[in-house]
C-alpha cells in the first residue's frame, strides 16, 4: 500500500493514512487526502483560498478515477463548493458522465447534495487584486491581453494537488484537484479535470497526475502518455522523462515549457519528474515513519 503526492499534498497523506493503513481504499483514501488539501486555506491553489479568476471568482476543476475500470469522473469550472473531488466522485457513480462543467457542474452538485463552500479568502483576493494593480499601463481596457500578461507569470499563478494510490488490496486510484491558473479566463478548464490530460489511473500498468501549465499536458496527453510508457516496461521516472521531453516538440518558449509529473507503477514503485530543478513529491508506503519528500528528476527542456 502506498500514497504518493505533489509535494503540496504531503498534510493530506498524513491526514489519511491511519485509516488507509486500517483499510481505507485506494479511492477514498485519495478523495479524503484531497479534502484536506481542498480545506487549507494557506494553499492558494487548491479549493477554498484558491486564486480567483479574471473576474475575482473562484472556479475549481477536479477529476478521479479508479484503475480497475479506468471509471473516471470530473468537473470542470465550479464555483460555491467546498470539495469539488467529492462532486467528481458523484460524477463518476452516479452520473452517466465523465465531465461536468460550469452552471451545469453546479446544479448537479446542489443535486447530490455537496456542501457550499464560500471559496474566496481575504488573502486571495489580495494577491488577486496586487496582480491587476502590476499590469502594465496602457492595459486596463484591453481584457485579453490583460488575461495574458497576468496569467503568463507561472511563479504567481500556478499549483494544483495530485494524489496517486494503491491500497492494502492492490486497488489503484488518483485524484487531482486546482483553482486552476489564477486570473484564468473565466471559464477556462485546465488539465486537471481533463482524463488523459492531467491525470490517468490503469491499474494494469500505474497512474501518473501533472501540475504546471495545464495548457501543454492537454495538448499532448501528458498523464496518459506516461502510463502508455509505463505499459511498454519503462519504469516510472523513465516514463515521466519521456513524457516530459515530449512536451519540447511543442516548441513553446521556455517561461511556457513548465510540467510536473507524478508516477506511481502498479508494482508499486514510484517517482516524480519536473522542468523545475527544485521541485518535490512526497509518498509514503509501510516502510515509512511519516510522509517523505524526494527530490524529482530534473528534465530540461530549453
Ligand atoms: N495544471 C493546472 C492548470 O493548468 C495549474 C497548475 O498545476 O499549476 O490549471
Same mark, same amino acid.
Given at each position: 500500500?502506498?500514497?504518493?503526492?505533489?509535494?503540496?499534498?504531503?498534510?493530506?497523506?498524513?491526514?489519511?493514512?491511519?485509516?488507509?493503513?486500517?483499510?481505507?481504499?485506494?479511492?477514498?483514501?485519495?478523495?479524503?487526502?484531497?479534502?484536506?488539501?481542498?480545506?487549507?486555506?494557506?494553499?492558494?491553489?487548491?479549493?477554498?483560498?484558491?486564486?480567483?479568476?479574471?473576474?475575482?471568482?473562484?472556479?475549481?476543476?477536479?477529476?478521479?478515477?479508479?484503475?480497475?475500470? %479506468?471509471?473516471?469522473?470530473?468537473?470542470?469550472?465550479? !464555483?460555491?463548493?467546498?470539495?469539488?473531488?467529492?462532486?467528481?466522485?458523484?460524477?463518476?457513480?452516479?452520473?452517466?458522465?465523465?465531465?461536468?462543467?460550469?452552471?451545469?457542474?453546479? #446544479?448537479?452538485? =446542489?443535486?447530490?447534495?455537496?456542501?457550499?463552500?464560500?471559496?474566496?479568502?481575504?488573502?486571495?483576493?489580495?494577491?488577486?487584486? !496586487?496582480?491587476?494593480?502590476?499590469?502594465?499601463?496602457?492595459?486596463?481596457?484591453?481584457?485579453? !491581453? =490583460?488575461?495574458?500578461?497576468?496569467?503568463?507569470?507561472?511563479?504567481?499563478?500556478?499549483?494544483?494537488?495530485?494524489?496517486?494510490?494503491?491500497?492494502?488490496?492492490?486497488?489503484?486510484?488518483?485524484?487531482?484537484?486546482?483553482?486552476?491558473?489564477?486570473? =484564468?479566463?473565466?471559464? #477556462?478548464?485546465? +488539465?486537471?479535470?481533463?482524463?488523459?490530460?492531467?491525470?490517468?489511473? +490503469?491499474? %494494469?500498468?500505474?497512474?501518473?497526475?501533472?501540475?504546471?501549465?495545464?495548457?501543454?499536458?492537454?495538448?499532448?496527453?501528458?498523464? #496518459?502518455?506516461?502510463?502508455?510508457?509505463?505499459?511498454?516496461?519503462?519504469?516510472?521516472?523513465?516514463?515521466?522523462?519521456?513524457?516530459?521531453?515530449?512536451? =519540447?516538440?511543442?516548441?513553446?518558449?521556455?517561461?511556457?515549457?513548465?510540467?510536473?509529473?507524478?508516477?506511481?507503477?502498479?508494482?508499486?514503485?514510484?517517482?516524480?519528474?519536473?522542468?523545475?530543478?527544485?521541485?518535490?513529491?512526497?509518498?509514503? +508506503?509501510?516502510?515509512? !515513519?511519516?510522509?517523505?519528500?524526494?527530490? #524529482?528528476?530534473?528534465?530540461?527542456?530549453?
Amino acid at each position: 500500500m502506498i500514497l504518493v503526492s505533489s509535494a503540496n499534498g504531503s498534510i493530506g497523506i498524513d491526514g489519511v493514512w491511519s485509516e488507509f493503513q486500517n483499510g481505507l481504499d485506494a479511492l477514498t483514501a485519495v478523495e479524503r487526502a484531497t479534502w484536506i488539501v481542498e480545506d487549507n486555506v494557506e494553499d492558494n491553489s487548491v479549493g477554498t483560498g484558491g486564486l480567483p479568476n479574471l473576474d475575482g471568482e473562484v472556479e475549481l476543476d477536479a477529476s478521479i478515477m479508479e484503475g480497475s475500470k %479506468r471509471r473516471a469522473g470530473a468537473v470542470a469550472g465550479l !464555483k460555491g463548493f467546498r470539495h469539488p473531488i467529492s462532486v467528481a466522485r458523484a460524477v463518476m457513480e452516479i452520473s452517466p458522465h465523465v465531465l461536468l462543467v460550469g452552471d451545469g457542474a453546479a #446544479r448537479f452538485a =446542489k443535486e447530490v447534495g455537496a456542501e457550499p463552500g464560500d471559496l474566496l479568502t481575504e488573502k486571495a483576493s489580495l494577491i488577486w487584486e !496586487k496582480g491587476l494593480e502590476s499590469l502594465p499601463e496602457g492595459l486596463s481596457g484591453e481584457i485579453l !491581453k =490583460k488575461a495574458q500578461a497576468l496569467t503568463q507569470d507561472p511563479e504567481k499563478a500556478v499549483g494544483t494537488v495530485n494524489f496517486l494510490s494503491i491500497d492494502s488490496q492492490g486497488a489503484m486510484a488518483s485524484a487531482v484537484s486546482t483553482s486552476g491558473w489564477a486570473w =484564468k479566463w473565466p471559464g #477556462r478548464a485546465g +488539465d486537471s479535470p481533463v482524463v488523459g490530460a492531467g491525470n490517468y489511473c +490503469d491499474a %494494469r500498468f500505474g497512474a501518473a497526475a501533472c501540475t504546471g501549465f495545464g495548457e501543454l499536458s492537454i495538448r499532448a496527453s501528458t498523464a #496518459r502518455t506516461v502510463v502508455n510508457y509505463l505499459s511498454q516496461g519503462a519504469t516510472p521516472e523513465e516514463a515521466g522523462v519521456q513524457a516530459l521531453l515530449d512536451l =519540447k516538440h511543442l516548441d513553446e518558449p521556455p517561461e511556457k515549457l513548465i510540467m510536473h509529473t507524478v508516477i506511481l507503477s502498479s508494482d508499486g514503485t514510484h517517482g516524480g519528474v519536473s522542468t523545475d530543478p527544485n521541485a518535490t513529491y512526497a509518498w509514503r +508506503d509501510e516502510t515509512c !515513519k511519516t510522509t517523505v519528500l524526494t527530490k #524529482r528528476t530534473h528534465v530540461a527542456l530549453y
